[in-house]
Each structure stands twice: as C-alpha cells, then as structure tokens.
C-alpha cells in the first residue's frame, strides 16, 4: 500500500532555490496553468519576503533517482508554482518593487520601484537578506508508485483557490488528460486562436475536440453535450490503459486540426471565442472525411459572420424579411453553445450556407 512522507527541505533559501531551478519541474500533469498573477500580486509577495512575513509552505514531489537521470529534475511542484515563478521573474527582473514599497526594518531605506539588480547594486546587504530568505518548503515523497496520491494532494491544497473546470480535469491525469495536452499543443491553438490560455483554455477546447470524435465513433454515433461532466467523464473514462483507443481519438483530432490552421490565419478574428469552435471543427471533419476542404474557405466564413450582421439589422427594420435561422444560429451561439441540440443545429446551419455536405450527426 503507498502512502506520502513529507519533511521540511533543508536549506531552501531562494538562492538555492534559484541554483536548482533547472531540476525543478514547474510543469506535472497535475499543474494549473502559470502566468496567473498580477504585477501587483507579484510585488506584494516580494515585499513579504523584503519585509521577513510568514509565507504560505511550498509543497515539492522528491522524485526518483531513476527520474532524476531521465528527465534532469529532482522536484516537481505540487503547490507554489506562482510563487517560485514570481521570485524568478523578479530576479530576471521582469517587474520592479511598487512605487510605495516600505522597507520596514528602516523606512529612511528608499526602495520603492527598484529592481532586484538596483538593489544588489544600491544596497548591497538587502539584496543578500533576500537572497538568503528561507522559503518554506516541504518535499513530499511517496512510498510506493502510486502518483493518484500526488494528484489527489494538489487538488486538496487548491481547494482553498478554486480551480476551473479546465484544471480540476487536468488534476484527474491519465492518458487522455495528456491527449488533451498534447492535442492544445497544436499549431491551431498556438498560432490561430484568438483568445487566452492563461488557464488552459486552450485545453478545454481540445478536450471538446476529443469528445466530439469519441462521440462521433462510439456507439449510437451521436453527439453529445460539451459541458463539464461529459469532459469529466471522457477523462475518466480514458484515464488509463487505453492507449490504443487514445490514440486514436488523437489522431483523428489532429488531421482536423492540420486542415483548420492552414485555413486560418495568425490570430484570427474568427476565432475568437470558444463557442463557435465546435461547429467549425464540425464542418472541417466533415470536409475531410468528403475530401471536399475546397468548400470551407476563411473567405466564405468571414462572409458567413457579415451575413448574420446583416440579417440582425435586418430584422430591426424588418422582422418578417429576416432570415429565421440565421437569428437562430446567432441565438444558439450566445447561449447554450455546449448543447448538442445547439451544436448540431448551427452545425447544419453553417453547412448549408458553406454548400457542404454534411455528415448527419
């Protein structure tokens, strides 16, 4: 039976910290995604360690040594990522001290919009007080190989800080979690959307992607809702040893994904929120599988998106004129986007107007 070991890491200063910061993995699969903080919450933790306050502990998984020689990294973060990444950033000298900083062991000390360089350089005793600072760091190890007891210890630290639907599945790890990852890894999510993956947005668009796939080739051959507990329970359900199928999912997920980013552009306007990915991702798979990808241009899209202005103006002057489904697709779009019913009937909307022939789903 496995269970968790935990003790104080010895000599966790922040220049040590700072000297492995090579070995330390900031990224398991467990991880919530970085870049999260503000500047300002960045300056308030340096002015705590300037100013010697308590800090939250830091929680590090002590790996193996077989690890160690495969992957370099010694550690991999369980909570505390933020923090790490915000001491390093200062340190780069990515942000500088607020301008109404306090040094409160001598307020005659003016510190307020340094850099951590300009306080090596002016005040040379404060920049190795800092440096000396002694995170709180406990490493965690585990006495057997069960890494569901990691997962599990992530997700009870952040209970405290809510995790989004996108990270609370990622804590669920397995292998279509790392699908997932893989799968937002993709050019289109890299070079063609439009909107942020400060909190791997990018990730609950790809789990969509899969879903869809797995819905489309499972069973009854249908789709289903897009909604938390259907992703959930796709990350459950292919959690481990089903590699083979997985695999496959990904496969099929990607060759959609190669035709879209070379029909899209760098940051594309027509993609620049998630509801709508689902029904192009839809009418690619279904150029694909027809060998009919000549029939979905970013022209004809952009077209498309003019034509639903225009028959919203429309229907302001003219109601009886206006065309019916095309309010409905845009109604669809604004609310309910991962409804089956939604998906499937702007799906058939947007098909028709392509010229495309559509796969009845």
Do not use: C
């Not at 308590?54 to 040594?65: G, N, R, T, V």
């Not at 915000?86 to 919009?113: N, S, V």
């Amino acid at each position: 039976m496995s269970y968790v070991e935990t003790a104080a890491l010895k000599n966790s200063t922040i220049m040590y910290l700072q000297s492995i910061r090579e070995e330390i993995n900031m990224n398991p699969d467990y991880q919530r995604s970085g870049g999260i903080w503000t500047t300002e919450k960045r300056r308030l933790l340096i002015d705590s360690i300037l100013n010697d306050y308590d800090l939250p502990k830091i929680y590090f998984h002590e790996l193996s040594a077989e690890a160690f020689s495969k992957t370099g990294h010694k550690y991999a973060v369980i909570d505390g990522r933020q923090r790490l990444e915000t001491i390093w950033k200062f340190m780069d000298g990515d942000f500088t001290l607020a301008d109404d900083f306090e040094y409160q062991r001598d307020k005659k000390i003016e510190l307020a919009g340094l850099s951590y360089d300009d306080i090596a350089k002016t005040h040379p005793k404060i920049r190795v007080r800092f440096d000396s600072f002694v995170m709180p760091v406990v490493a965690v190890t585990i006495d057997g190989d069960d890494l569901d007891l990691i997962e599990d210890m992530f997700s009870r630290l952040n209970e405290a800080v809510p995790l989004n639907a996108a990270e609370k599945r990622n804590a669920i790890g397995g292998d279509m979690v790392k699908a997932i990852t893989e799968v937002s890894n993709h050019s289109f999510f890299k070079q063609n959307v439009r909107f942020r993956n400060n909190r791997y947005q990018h990730r609950e668009s790809a789990a969509r992607f899969l879903l869809i796939e797995d819905s489309l080739t499972t069973g009854d051959e249908r789709i289903v809702d897009t909604k938390k507990v259907y992703l959930d329970n796709l990350a459950v359900k292919y959690r481990e040893n089903q590699k083979k199928r997985v695999t496959f999912l990904k496969k099929a997920v990607v060759s959609v994904l190669d035709a879209m980013h070379k029909e899209f552009t760098k940051s594309d306007e027509l993609l620049q929120a998630q509801g709508i990915l689902v029904v192009y991702y839809l009418v690619f798979r279904a150029a694909v599988e027809k060998g009919n990808l000549d029939k979905i241009t970013r022209k004809k899209l952009l077209s498309f998106r003019e034509r639903l202005a225009e028959n919203r103006d429309q229907a302001v002057d003219n109601y009886p004129d206006a065309s019916f489904e095309l309010l409905e697709f845009d109604r669809l779009n604004q609310q309910g986007t991962n409804d089956a019913s939604s998906i499937k009937e702007r799906y058939r909307i947007l098909s028709q107007y392509l010229k495309l022939s559509a796969a009845v789903i």
